[in-house]
């Protein structure tokens, strides 16, 4: 049996998405129907992610392509967001010669320093 890229019956969101391990809830309104919602996702500090790189922007660039590049999974362009403070992934790539941040997930220590 292929897994599903899109989680499974208990985690209905798929590996990248940022969404993976919130809970599902379900409210159930004054008609008595049911309406299921995701839990709030908190955004991590970008001070508490450990950088394990930084990248340019050139002219053309495009935040999921760089996800691609620096990261290995263009779905995984909410990381670079949360890393550089941007409530909007494309003002990202609005400005060449902007550095972004790389940082690993939320919870992952960083590289030891010597």
Do not use: C, H
């Not at 890229?5 to 159930?28: C, H, K, M, N, V």
């Not at 004054?30 to 050139?58: D, H, K, M």
């Not at 053309?60 to 670079?80: C, K, S």
């Amino acid at each position: 049996m292929v897994p599903s890229p899109f989680g499974s019956a208990l985690d209905p969101f798929g590996e990248s998405s940022r969404y993976r391990g919130l809970p599902l809830i379900t409210y159930t309104d004054a008609e008595g129907n049911e309406i299921v919602y995701v839990g709030r996702r908190w955004v991590p500090q970008p001070e508490r992610l450990a950088e394990v790189g930084r990248y340019q922007v050139s002219e053309g660039d495009r935040v999921d392509n760089i996800a691609a590049t620096q990261l290995g999974d263009p779905e995984l362009y909410w990381r670079l967001a949360d890393a550089n403070r941007a409530l909007r992934p494309m003002e990202l790539t609005e400005r060449a010669g902007r550095w972004l941040r790389i940082t690993l997930p939320e919870g992952v220590p960083g590289p030891k320093a010597e």
